[in-house]
Structures are given as C-alpha cells and as structure tokens.
C-alpha cells in the first residue's frame, strides 16, 4: 500500500510521523494481508481538534472533535475481490487529532506516539472494511487484529484491562 502522509501543526516536527505511519501501515498488513495490496493508496492527515472538528461536523453530523476519522472509499467485499494487477485503487483517507490523541495518551499513560500508531492502526482496519460499531463480535474481532498488530511493533495491547 502506498501512503501519502500530511502532517499538519501542531503536531511536533520532533517526531518522525511518516515513518511510524509507514510501520504501522506494515503492521496492519500482517493481520489484514488485503492492506498488502501494492495497488492500494491512502492518506493519512495529522491535524488539530479544530480541523477533525470541522471534518466531523461536514462528514458525521457530529460537531465535535474526536481521535481519529476513517472515510474509506470501497467495500470489503470490494477489497478482497481486488485483483494484484492493475491501477492504484484509492483505500480511502485517515485524520488524527493532536489534542485529543495526546490527551487520552496521557489518560493510558502511553507515549503520544504509541496512540497515534494504534489510531493509525485502527483507521487502516476501517478503511480495510472492519467495523467496531457493529456488534460485538465485530468489536473484539477488530480489536484482536489492532492487537496483534501492535504488538509487531512492540507495543503493548491498548484493551487489556489496568492492573
């Protein structure tokens, strides 16, 4: 999959954003191996609260800002009959939040970085079809893929319960 990245202020130029959203990309592509697609394009925004709020607002209904926004542009169905060969095909588009992703890291007592990967993570999975908000099965089966996916890249499962 080909990734085109945009990083927005404020997020800190003292991290190398491309690079974890390109690992986290790889790592998704281990648990959903349709991610693996070379004929797959998506973007990924790194912005503010104010601009996924705006986004939020145009695209949800919702006026408020959140962590992270998936707008994929196929179906499921349509990535998994995808031939290898051909054209690149739009996957779709992700937006974190700076504000929001690095107050509800502070509130895991994760690093920033380690959030904004599983954001990363979990807005491929949506753009990939899987669906958190429609039954629980399909909430622990997307949960597991974001699991496992993490840990590929060392980081710890963000649901285990606090000990």
């Known amino acids: 999959m080909q990734l085109d990245i945009e990083i927005e202020a404020p ?15 790889e790592a998704a592509a281990q648990v959903d191996t349709t991610l693996g697609n070379e004929r797959l394009c998506a973007s990924i925004l790194f912005t503010s609260d104010a601009e996924i709020r705006s986004l939020n607002s145009e695209w949800r209904g919702k006026d408020k800002p959140t962590n992270v926004l998936s707008f994929p542009m196929l179906e499921r169905s349509q990535l998994l009959d995808l031939p290898l060969e051909g054209p690149p095909e739009l996957l779709g588009d992700i937006a974190l939040a700076l504000e929001t992703c690095t107050r509800e890291a502070q509130e895991k007592g994760v ?35 974001e699991t496992k996916a993490l840990a590929i890249m060392g980081i710890a499962d963000p649901y285990a319960p606090d000990l």
Do not use: C, R, Y
């Open 11 to 25: 997020w800190p130029a003292t991290v190398e954003w491309e690079q974890l959203a390109l690992d986290a990309a």
């Open 111 to 145: 690093a920033v970085e380690q959030h904004a990967v599983h954001l990363i993570v979990h807005g491929l999975l949506h753009l990939a079809g899987h669906d958190h908000e429609t039954g629980e099965a399909e909430a622990e089966a997307m949960e597991a893929l």
